[in-house]
């Protein structure tokens, strides 16, 4: 499969319209029922891939909709059998935040493509390909495409060679595809010309770009690129394109229509798909879940490098803590953490780490007087290696003298999953439940709970919808400071819709 693609003219398309578009803009928000009326013509268009699954959608399902993620997945993989279905993996995390053991990561790469997944991608907040080793070798068992990302960010250590060193550890690894995760919308026009021209010299299979329109500058991040040569880019359905989500299918289509990279896909087809889900988006906007300002263009992100989604929590946190008036100064104070930590990427869960600290160290008064446990973990090396040098005085007064974690972080997890079928138990009816309550065990617990009630008759629709909503409230008011509740970091569980927007 990979040869093909390396040797054709053609761009490859693969549409978000399933996943990362309603991630972006609508908190993950849409339902099966919304995606299936418009599957039979999205399986006739001819799309590389549809991205349909992973990242926060798992979470979503359960914790918002009283959906079976895995039921989603067995559907859409009916209604679309001629076309690859992609997910999303955070590497070790698996599609949680925190590292999972091997024995866990390896039963979910294994049940996500026996359940219809073709294409895996996987990432890595800090670029630490041991904790992507795993997830790699199970996808390639059992019979994956499997994708490893780089997750792209601008610093002093972050150049074009640092990422065509590490295109060529993942071709080392086995990748059938290596995906270049702009996910804050860093890479500009003429560096995405330049590195995929590099990589194409470099790389022999095939190169996959994904970003954002946060910057306003995605449509010519994608020309400049698909002119150097990249295979695959991906791109979202009008309706939920641009803004915080990818650039919209439609005029990419229409600029290379009889260009040698001419995609060949049908516009009248794609505006026919468009129609119904801008049915679906006017029902998420009149609901109040999309809000207008993620269509604006928001050029600090290329200022400040901090994601459009991160952007939306630091408000959130300012103005719970009434502080509403520090916002650039906690702008400024990113950075400083950010350089401070090792330049990690920020993405999931790196900028839930990085951007709620900075605003600790600027509401107490005092740097680092304040400290998250995640940002204890992060300096311990609990989440890998950090792509550069740490400041060693702050390490030491963030850490004291914890022992910094030098080895793969998920070699000090033991075998997991006997434990979590035990501590499941009845609730769970599959080797898929027990992967659910893995990643999101208070979730997923209640989700089972709940089902199991509905089915007996004991709660009715409305009913169920309430106790699930008033046992998430109860949970999430349960994490300890309020600035980490508003993120979501200390319970390892995004409570705002904003924070599913950085995966």
């Known amino acids: 499969m990979s040869k093909d693609i390396k040797t054709a003219k053609p761009l490859y398309i693969t549409d978000t319209i399933l996943r990362d578009a309603h991630q972006s803009q609508a908190a ?11 599957c039979e013509l999205l399986n006739s268009i001819g ?11 798992f979470d979503s399902c359960m914790r918002f909709l009283d959906e079976d993620p895995w039921e989603r997945l067995r559907t859409l993989r009916k209604a679309l059998p001629d076309t690859k279905l992609q997910m999303l993996l955070r590497g070790q995390n698996i599609l949680g935040y925190r590292n999972y053991s091997d024995d866990v990561v390896d039963l979910f790469c294994k049940k996500s493509i026996e359940n219809g997944i073709d294409v895996v991608r996987i990432f890595d907040a800090l670029n630490d390909t041991r904790n992507i080793r795993q997830a790699v070798k199970s996808v390639k068992e059992y019979g994956g495409i499997c994708e490893p990302a780089m997750s792209y960010t601008v610093s002093p250590i972050h150049n074009e060679e640092y990422f065509v060193d590490l295109a060529l550890k993942l071709e080392d690894m086995g990748a059938d595809v290596i995906c270049i995760k702009d996910m804050a919308n860093l890479l500009l026009p003429m560096a995405a010309f330049s590195l995929v021209t590099k990589l194409k010299e470099r790389v022999k299979v095939p190169i996959h770009l994904h970003t954002h329109n946060t910057t306003g500058t995605g449509d010519m991040v994608y020309l400049m690129a698909t002119l150097a040569g990249v295979d ?3 791109t979202a359905l009008s309706p939920l394109g641009n803004g915080t989500s990818q650039p919209a ?22 505006s026919s798909v468009a129609k119904h889900f801008r049915g679906v988006a006017d029902r998420l906007t009149s609901e109040g879940i999309i809000d207008p300002k993620v269509l604006q263009v928001d050029t600090n992100t290329l200022i400040y490098q901090v994601p459009g989604g991160m952007l939306s929590n630091l408000i959130s946190q300012l103005k719970e803590a009434k502080q509403e008036e520090k916002y650039y100064e906690v702008l400024n104070e990113i950075p400083r953490v950010r350089e401070e930590f090792g330049y990690p990427p920020l993405v999931t869960p790196t900028s839930q780490i990085v951007g709620t600290q900075a605003v600790m160290n600027v509401l107490s008064g005092q740097r680092y007087k304040m400290v998250s446990k995640e940002s204890k973990g992060l300096m311990r090396g609990e989440y890998g290696q950090l792509p550069g040098p740490v400041n060693a005085e702050i390490q030491k007064q963030i850490i004291g003298g914890d022992t910094v974690i030098t080895c793969r972080p998920a070699d000090l997890i033991p075998p997991e999953l006997d434990k979590l079928r035990g501590e499941i138990a009845d609730l769970a009816r599959s080797e898929e439940d027990v992967l659910s309550y893995a990643v999101f065990p208070q979730v997923a617990r209640t989700f089972f709970e709940h ?4 089915e007996q008759g004991l709660l009715e629709d409305d009913e169920l919808i309430a106790v699930l909503t008033a046992a998430v409230r109860a949970y999430t008011s349960g994490n300890t400071h309020p600035l980490i509740r508003s993120v979501g970091a200390s319970a390892g569980v995004p409570s705002t819709s904003r924070t599913l927007r950085n995966s």
Do not use: F, N, Q
């Open 28 to 38: 993950t928000r849409m339902r099966t029922e919304d995606m299936l009326p418009a």
């Open 47 to 57: 799309y590389w891939s549809l991205e349909c699954w992973g990242g926060a959608t």
């Open 232 to 234: 695959i880019v991906d």
């Open 249 to 270: 299918t439609e005029p990419l289509v229409a600029t290379l229509r009889g260009h040698e990279r001419d995609t060949g896909l049908d516009l009248e087809k794609l």
């Open 451 to 454: 089902r199991l009630a509905k």
